[in-house]
Nanobody
Framework: QVQLVESGGGLVQAGGSLRLSCAASGRTSRALVMGWFRQPDGKEREFVAA????????YYADSVNGRCTISRDNDKNTVYLQMDNLKPEDTAVYYCAAYLTLSSTPSRIRNQYNYWGQGIQVTVSS
C-alpha cells in the first residue's frame, strides 16, 4: 500500500499563488506515477497534472497549462503542484494520486490511479 498526504491548500485571492505538496509513504517505488486531480463542489473529479516516474513526461489539463507546474523529488517521495495566477474557477478540493507503472507516459485517466490522498481545499476568492 501507498499512503499519500497533501498539504499547502488554503484561501487565496485571485491572481495569487499556492504550492501544494504530496508526500508518499509505505510501499513507494520509483516506478510511481504521481499526479493531481481536483473536484469542484458539485462536479466530477478532473485531471490537473501528472508527471512520469522518471520525470521525463509531464501533462497538464488545458485549464491550468501555463499557470501550474508539477515537480517531484524522488528522494523525498514528494510531488509538488505550484499554482500561479489563480482564478476563482480553480476553487476545488485537490487530490494527490498515484499508480505504479514502468511506462514513461503518465495517465490523465482517473481510474488508472489506485492510490489517493484525502484531498485538500483550495479556495480562490474574486
Amino acid at each position: 500500500q501507498v499512503q499519500l498526504v497533501e498539504s499547502g491548500g488554503g484561501l487565496v485571492q485571485a491572481g495569487g499563488s499556492l504550492r501544494l505538496s504530496c508526500a508518499a509513504s509505505g510501499r513507494t517505488s520509483r516506478a510511481l506515477v504521481m499526479g493531481w486531480f481536483r473536484q469542484p463542489d458539485g462536479k466530477e473529479r478532473e485531471f490537473v497534472a501528472a508527471k512520469s516516474w522518471n520525470g521525463g513526461n509531464t501533462y497538464y489539463a488545458d485549464s491550468v497549462n501555463g499557470r501550474c507546474t508539477i515537480s517531484r523529488d524522488n528522494d523525498k517521495n514528494t510531488v509538488y503542484l505550484q499554482m500561479d495566477n489563480l482564478k476563482p474557477e480553480d476553487t476545488a478540493v485537490y487530490y494527490c494520486a498515484a499508480y505504479l507503472t514502468l511506462s514513461s507516459t503518465p495517465s490523465r485517466i482517473r481510474n488508472q490511479y489506485n492510490y489517493w490522498g484525502q484531498g485538500i481545499q483550495v479556495t480562490v476568492s474574486s
